[in-house]
């Protein structure tokens, strides 16, 4: 199994402005994802944070607007920028261990942003 | 593409009573199916896995290739199984989850 911390827990933003989001690992894993879980909603992947090269995004993401870094295989942080309400949401981040597809997930961070 | 299907938002069971949680999905090619669950304050977590074909918490899901389900069961629901529980499945380097269901046991 893998312990995944997030910070911050939550965070109230104001609207143009940016929140980085951290993500970290317990020991060394090969695939981290970023989710957003929508109030009432499932969870919708952001992308795939790779090690050493670029995010992979899925449909109606885009870097831009959510920049992810990926240092290392412990560590992830996922940049929510120029925020409107509609980024108001809980972000997700994940770890898959084995083949990737057994996923641990963190605590979440809450984000509100007025 | 991939799709999990979960049909009901909610649902409510009286303690004791058997449980069926119901998921289908949509897989071109072989799929790996999973159920998490996140109960109130906690975070989301593996509750079993297809391939293991294990019992956790006394609930099982037997995969069925022919009708795409992976129907989550337990045949006696108790208070502490109250939560939300997602299928997922993955493919193509991902997981794709279901909307999820709230499993309320009544006592």
């Known amino acids: 199994s893998a312990v995944i911390s997030q910070k911050p827990s939550r965070d109230i933003c104001q609207r143009g402005t940016s929140l980085t989001i951290q993500c970290q690992v317990d020991?060394?894993?090969?695939?981290m994802f970023w989710y957003r879980q929508q109030p009432g909603q499932s969870l919708t992947l952001i992308a795939t944070?790779?090690?050493?090269?670029?995010?992979?995004?899925e449909s109606g993401f885009v870097i831009d607007k959510f920049p992810i870094s990926r240092p290392n295989l412990t560590f992830s942080t996922l940049t929510v920028s120029n925020m409107s309400p509609e980024d108001s949401s809980i972000y997700l981040c994940?770890?898959?261990?084995?083949?990737?597809?057994?996923?641990?997930f963190g605590p979440g961070t809450r984000l509100l942003v007025l | 593409a991939q799709r999990v299907t979960q049909p009901e938002k909610l649902l409510s069971v009286f303690k004791g009573a058997p449980v069926e949680l119901k998921c289908n999905y949509s897989?071109?090619?072989?799929?790996?199916l999973f159920w998490y669950v996140q109960y109130s304050r906690q975070r989301l977590q593996l509750l079993l896995r297809?391939?293991s074909r294990e019992s956790i918490k006394g609930f099982t899901a037997d995969l069925n290739k022919g009708e795409t389900s992976f129907h989550l069961k337990k045949p006696f629901a108790q208070e502490e199984d109250s939560a939300m529980y997602y299928c997922?499945?993955?493919?193509?380097?991902?997981?794709?989850f279901g909307t999820g269901t709230k499993l309320q046991v009544i006592p």
């Open positions: 297809h391939i």
């Open positions: 897989y071109s090619g072989s799929p790996e």
């Open positions: 944070a790779n090690q050493g090269s670029e995010a992979t995004y």
């Open positions: 994940s770890a898959g261990l084995a083949g990737g597809e057994t996923q641990y």
């Open positions: 020991s060394q894993v090969t695939m």
């Open positions: 997922a499945l993955w493919g193509y380097q991902k997981v794709t």
